[in-house]
């Protein structure tokens, strides 16, 4: 995720990441002012088109598409920036309830219980950890080798990481329960803060594995592609070889819509706007350090 300071608007013109849109359309934006070049150089050089010519009323039809397929971009980016937004706070309950199981368990097991203190100082991270990487790829990879916690040696690769973890804990403090360590009470309200962990997960999941409709997606495509193309013909009768500039740089500010669309709709990923998870786990990794010793 790009950190910035939003008041800066002199960083935010003048600064040109390998994400931004310009350098992804830059070849094609060159191929749509050659085209309207040679719309322009036709129609103006050879063709001799009356003034009723029925080319030179295409920017009415402009005009009124133009209405609706800004509706569509605004549709479609907000759609895209609410997926990104709830994932984000789905990430934010995700710390606050880590913080949470961390502050009871530091105060519901004594400070001398060592071994049950240190598996929850590292399963409940591991949980963040397992879950990032689930959601970015299809893989999950335990980067733990421990001695003291043998449940940890039983994770298996090949199957649902989150729910691994998630299952080992709930065990582990179903065990403190029937060992007298913990009361029923108690065991209501951790398992509330566990339960939680499943319900963000399958959420997160629900945003990774249900795109935006690929029949909208695709008309906004061709939409976009058609209005452009058709831009040149009666354009360049008020503005000239003007129209060059004029119709790459409307190519340029409709496809970026659409662009930036398609790169937050997917936050997890591992694009510089997407969410920075692995920042996420570290922070849940510290915060959860510091309040079970």
Known sequence: MIVYNPKDWLQAVLSFRRSETIKKLY???????LYSWLVAYIEMEYLNLSEKSWLRNIP????????????????RTNTAY??????RKLWGQLTNNSRNLALRIASLLPAADKANRSFYRKSIPLFASTLKEHLQSNETRFMLDEKD???????????????QVAAMIFKRTDTLYKEGLITGDQLIILNQELLSFTDICGACERIKNTPIPFTY????????????????YGFVFSLGYFVIPAVAFAFYILTSLELIAEEIEDPFGRDENDLPLGKLVENIRKHVGELIH
């Open 217 to 232: 997606t695709s008309f906004i495509k061709k939409f976009i592609s058609v209005y452009v193309l058709t831009l040149p």
């Open 149 to 163: 916690h043998p449940e940890f040696t039983s994770l298996d690769e090949n199957k649902h990481g989150p729910n």
């Open 27 to 33: 070849p094609y934006i060159i191929l749509m002012a």
């Open 82 to 87: 609410d997926r990104w937004w709830e994932a």
């Open 60 to 75: 009415s039809m402009h005009s009124l598409l133009g209405f609706v397929l800004s509706i569509l971009l605004v549709f």
